[in-house]
């Protein structure tokens, strides 16, 4: 229950105890702290008044609060005696005491019945001792002149400096609910009785044929008492012959909802007896039929009572029901005088009138009477009469067909009963359960959390359906927005067709803001400042019409038609929704008939408008409440790092989105806060260690951010940093905050940083010792073509050097190797076979392949040609073998093939930037594990490693691609997990006819010799002098220096013209590239050659940029050199 409250003082001494001991006592307080006094008619507007001044001053002892005693509430305060301190005026006159008597000291128990005495006492012991009871309690009080009254009592302890000293309670006096309980206890008891002593049987039967309930008289026809029927089967009390007759009616009462009347012979218990059922379907307040009520007569009587009908003309003139008899041709002989005044006709006029249809209020009301009796022999049913004044009312007609011994008809029988009565109480009962009925539906429609516009809705609807009312409307009283200081009127409801308000007021009610203009002193105005019901007649209507149509739409001309009739309306009324503040809206009920609300109709519409009230006021706080806790929580869920709150009961409260996504637990599987950490820490140890962490937190100690590794639902550990809050309640801590960050991947990524920057150094390495060794074996290889030039050739010397020299070429392949590995390689793309290449490959690929690995090799020996450096051939095919054999280590089939292909427009869907055209094929197919779909879209990435830290670099297929794409090819890949994996490269196929094969070193030497000077400049000693032997035996005077800086001297020096520098890259001091810049700034004609074993990437690639540096790899023969240098010379390098 929502209590609005008044607290005066500065709300720092006892707001929260007092806001406390409310709710334990049924309340939702809203309380306003003021430090000062205001006027009495602001004062109004609070159900109670409170001081928190710091002295704990009681509701006496403070002059502010004494309006308390204005309030139509009873406010009263106990010591720890159990004696009143005090009472508000109300309180007194509704006790019947004064001042006086309570300053001459008044207990408790006094005012409380004697049988309800030791329970309050109880009650007062127990609060006293500082119990907050979560409800009231009912008593019996007992006034001071000794009369009663119930009430429901809600008491809180009054504390003042940490002591209870009293209590203090509010008195709800409860006369009213309990005298609308017993009133309606006495009408239930008149409707039972009314039943009971029908002279006609009354049986009620489920949709199964169960009997659920039947009267006195419906016993005594069978023979038995009520309870002996009830619970049975009707079937059991029926002939079997009739059985099928039974269940057609019954069929088409719950099917179609059919009324009916049909004859049927019953078993008694000592005999059968043939009645007339005459029965109608049963509906809920939701229109669905759950039984069947009929009328049963007992027609063995009625039978014998038609044979003797003339014979008992002085009983029927005697008799309270009207009674007119007929003869076949329906023409009146018989009326009795209690027919004569229902009907307010002689005979002679009765039959002058017409007969029966002069009795009915409309002539089509006969017909079915005609219709029944015709059919069945006889008519049972309410229709309504007419009085010969005009008046109508409500009648039970009852007519019977006549016929002879020999089956003729003869005549008829009519009894007619005036149920004008029956009606009223019918129709005040059914108002009287509607109205319970509509207020529960409401407040289910609250506890089940409907919106307001639903509940203001289905209490509308109700209202129609039970009022039969034409439309309704619904309308909230809002403040201004606009600087008038005039309120506005929302339509929160309108079961009106929007093209009918469009058309009576000009627009759509529902779709504008509409301003009510209180100080216009219209009836809407009135209403609302009076706070009473309103009805407008059809004489009115026409002038409050306009007033809401200039409302709606200012300026607007008045329509053609009527509003009134444009509407179809006869008759409003309009219901305030008032609270305890005023009026906070209305319900406009139309009717399309000018029939104002019955007593009974106006006390529904009235309690259902307070529901309405008290529900809307409490739905719009709870409303407003979940909106704010909604747009919280979409704060929280916002928030992209791991957001969580646990309560001091190990519970956790918060738990956003980004929690749920990382750990990979909802809410509903979290149990408590403890479970969540069992769930994340499955290791005793860790899980030991983070709740030292928190009980360290709770405990008051600063917490620095931290890092722990968590187990995920799905098994997988995620690295979190951690910050760690208390929440502090009233000084204690009653809570943790807890804010995460996943930072797996940037762990990820240093420990892969970590890894390349091993692989790297372990490059350099390789880079470092192929340098070396290439220095050794340029030296050896050139040592070796001067043997074989300056030896015999029919010696065995040119032999053994040719072996010399194939074993170096072969150790510089390694070499290349290892260059490539430390990505040192210069790319020279030339013409060349992949078959031929793979092919010399064999022995290298078998070696880095284990023993349970079948390799194979299908090389097209017609295989094309494709321009392409050989060593990134080399590259391309050894990550792709090493990928295969590590998807393999349970052994497999390994195959490497060449072909050619040539690619059409329809066959280009997996090779994105792939022309048609020729191509030749290297395919790696392997029978290993092969890749589920969510492996394969990363294999090319950078970095992306299916072996963890067992290795994988996640740069081999990477380089790959970066190989492919760098020569103009594609790279695709086929792979399902369990099935293995095919990898197919495709590079453009080059002409064939343009191939140049490498010269013969049986060539012409002597178009390799030369005259010019040449500035050799070489660290190591042994390379410098085999360099300088072999370009002197090609002709070329020689310049050599061991240092970059001795080299410029040299060149300064020297008087003549230099034609060449060959110089290594790697040098002490000063590098070949860094010389060549120098030399080429004093001599900008001389040409460059740059050579190295392990080359840097400038010395690769600034031939690129300059046409005078040319690149030539270590080891080399001394025929290779000659060719470079003298191509250069000659204009062609």
């Not at 329509?559 to 008759?571: D, K």
């Not at 110089?1063 to 050579?1091: F, H, K, N, W």
Request: proline share 4%; net charge negative; charged share 25%.
């Amino acid at each position: 229950m929502k209590l609005s409250v008044l607290l005066i003082g500065n709300g720092s001494n006892h707001h929260a105890e007092i806001e406390q001991a409310l709710r334990a006592g049924g309340f939702e307080p809203d309380i306003t702290v003021t430090d000062k006094l205001s006027p009495v008619a602001h004062l109004q507007n609070f159900e109670l008044i409170l001081s928190d001044n710091s002295a704990g001053d009681r509701l006496d002892r403070h002059p502010a609060l004494q309006t308390v005693a204005t309030l139509p509430q009873v406010v009263f305060e106990l010591d720890r005696r159990g004696v009143f301190t005090y009472c508000n005026q109300y309180g007194l006159d509704l006790l019947g005491y004064t001042s006086e008597d309570l300053k001459a000291g008044v207990h408790v128990s006094t005012v409380i019945e004697e049988a309800d005495r030791g329970r309050a006492v109880e009650r007062v012991m127990s609060i006293l001792q500082g119990d907050t009871p979560s409800s009231g309690a009912e008593y019996t009080v007992v006034r001071s002149d000794g009369s009663h009254f119930p009430v429901i009592i809600y008491s809180i302890p009054v504390i003042e400096e940490g002591v209870i000293v009293g209590m203090r309670g509010i008195v709800v006096d409860l006369s009213h609910i309990k005298g609308t309980q017993e009133r309606l206890a006495a009408s239930e008891e008149r409707y039972r009785q009314l039943v009971e002593t029908m002279g006609d049987g009354l049986i009620s039967v489920g949709p199964g044929g169960g009997i659920l309930f039947v009267n006195q008289a419906m016993a005594t026809i069978l023979g038995y008492e009520p309870e002996e029927v009830q619970g049975r089967d009707i079937h059991e009390f029926c002939i079997s012959e009739d059985h099928h007759t039974l269940d057609a009616h019954l069929e088409s009462r719950f099917s179609r909802g059919e009324r009916s009347s049909y004859e049927i012979t019953l078993l008694g218990r000592e005999r059968t007896v043939p009645v007339l059922v005459t029965a109608s379907p049963m509906r809920d307040c939701d229109d669905r039929i759950f039984a069947s009520l009929a009328v049963v007569t007992d027609i063995s009587r009625q039978r014998a009572a038609n044979r003797q009908l003339l014979h008992i003309k002085t009983a029927l003139d005697n008799a309270s029901e009207a009674i007119s008899i007929f003869d076949a041709d329906l023409v009146p002989v018989y009326i009795n005088p209690a027919f004569e005044e229902l009907s307010g006709l002689s005979l002679e006029e009765f039959i002058e009138a017409g007969g029966p249809s002069a009795c009915l209020a409309g002539e089509e009301d006969f017909e079915p009477v005609q219709r029944a009796v015709a059919e069945d022999g006889f008519f049972i049913g309410e229709f309504e009469g007419r009085h010969s004044s005009g008046r109508q009312f409500p009648v039970m007609g009852r007519i019977d067909a006549v016929h002879d011994p020999d089956g003729e008809l003869t005549g008829f029988v009519a009894v007619i009963t005036d149920i004008t009565e029956r009606r009223e109480r019918e129709e005040r009962l059914r108002i009287t359960n509607a109205r319970l009925s509509l207020i529960n539906r409401l407040h289910q429609r609250l506890t089940d959390g409907a919106s307001v516009d639903e509940i203001i809705a289905a209490g509308a609807d109700g209202i129609l359906d039970v009022l039969g009312g034409h439309h309704a409307h619904v309308s909230i009283r809002q403040p201004g927005r606009g600087q008038q200081e005039v309120d506005e009127l929302a339509i929160r409801y309108s079961n009106m067709p929007a093209e009918l308000e469009a058309r009576a007021f000009g627009a759509p009610l529902r779709d504008r803001d509409a301003v009510l203009p209180l100080h216009a002193g219209g009836v809407l105005a009135r209403m609302y400042t009076t706070g009473e019901m309103t009805e407008i007649r059809e004489d009115e209507l026409g002038d409050v019409a306009e007033e809401l149509q200039r409302w709606v739409q200012p300026g607007a001309p008045a329509g053609e038609v009527p509003i009134t009739e444009a509407l179809g309306v006869r008759y409003l009324c309009l219901m305030p929704l008032t609270d305890e503040g005023g009026t906070i809206g209305h319900i406009t009920l139309s009717r399309a008939e000018d029939r104002p609300l019955t007593v009974a109709e106006r006390e529904l519409l009235s309690a259902v408008a307070q529901q309405m009230a008290m529900i809307l006021n409490r739905a719009r706080s709870e409303e407003q409440l979940a909106r704010l806790n909604n747009y919280l929580q979409a704060i929280v869920n916002n928030v992209q790092a791991w957001f969580m709150v646990a309560d001091g009961n190990d519970e956790v409260v918060i738990w956003n989105r980004a929690a749920e996504r990382i750990s990979g637990y909802s809410r509903e599987q979290i149990k408590s806060a403890n479970h969540l950490m069992r769930l994340l820490y499955p290791d005793e140890e860790a899980r030991r260690e983070a709740h030292q962490i928190i009980d360290a937190v709770l405990e008051g100690e600063t917490s620095e951010p931290l890092e722990t590794t968590i187990t995920r639902a799905d098994g997988a550990e995620a690295r979190m940093t951690w910050h760690l809050q208390r929440v502090m309640i009233d000084g204690d801590a009653q809570g943790l905050v807890v804010l995460g960050h996943d930072v797996t991947r940037s762990h990820e990524l240093q420990e892969q940083l970590q890894r390349v920057q091993r692989m790297d150094a372990v490059g350099t390495l390789a880079g470092g010792i192929a340098h070396d060794f290439n220095n050794v074996l340029t030296a050896i290889i050139g040592h070796a073509d001067l043997l074989a030039m300056e030896a015999d050739p029919e010696s065995t010397i040119p032999w053994h050097a040719e072996q010399i020299n194939k074993n170096a070429h072969r150790a510089a392949r390694l070499t290349r190797q290892l260059l490539a590995f430390s990505r040192r390689q210069p790319a020279k793309p030339q013409l060349t076979s992949l078959s031929r290449l793979i092919d010399d490959m064999t022995e290298m690929l078998r070696r880095i392949t284990p023993e349970n690995i079948d390799l194979r090799l299908d090389l097209d020996p017609e295989l094309g040609y494709t321009q392409i450096d050989p060593s990134q051939v080399e590259q391309v095919v050894m990550n792709l073998l090493i990928n295969a054999r590590e998807a393999m280590p349970d052994g497999g089939v390994l195959c490497v093939s060449t072909c050619n292909e040539t690619l059409a427009e329809d066959e280009l869907s997996e090779l994105f930037d792939a022309r048609p055209g020729d191509y030749v094929v290297i395919e790696v197919t392997d029978t290993g594990v092969g890749m589920a779909p969510e492996v394969e879209t990363h294999i090319f990435e950078p970095f992306f490693t299916t072996r963890g830290g067992n290795g994988g670099t996640g740069l081999g297929l990477s380089t790959v691609y970066g190989i492919v794409r760098q020569n103009n090819g594609e790279i695709t890949v086929h792979t399902e997990s369990g099935e293995g994996s095919v990898f197919r490269v495709y590079l453009p196929r080059a002409d064939s006819a343009h191939k140049t094969e490498r010269g013969d070193d049986s060539e012409d030497r002597q178009a390799l010799h030369g005259s010019e000077t040449i500035l050799l400049v070489e660290d190591a000693d042994s390379l410098r002098e085999l360099i300088r032997t072999i370009l002197d035996s090609f002709g070329y005077r020689v310049l050599a220096a061991s240092r970059g800086d001795e080299g410029l001297e040299l060149a300064r020096a020297h008087d003549g013209e230099i034609g060449l520098l060959v110089s290594d890259v790697v040098m002490p001091e000063m590098s070949g590239t860094d010389l060549a810049d120098q030399l080429l700034e004093i001599m900008p004609a001389v040409q460059v050659l740059l050579i190295s074993g392990y080359p840097s990437q400038r010395a690769i690639t600034v031939g690129h940029t300059d046409e005078r540096i040319h690149f030539l790899q270590k080891p080399f023969s001394a025929m290779e050199l000659a060719r470079m240098i003298r191509s250069i010379l000659n204009g062609k390098g």
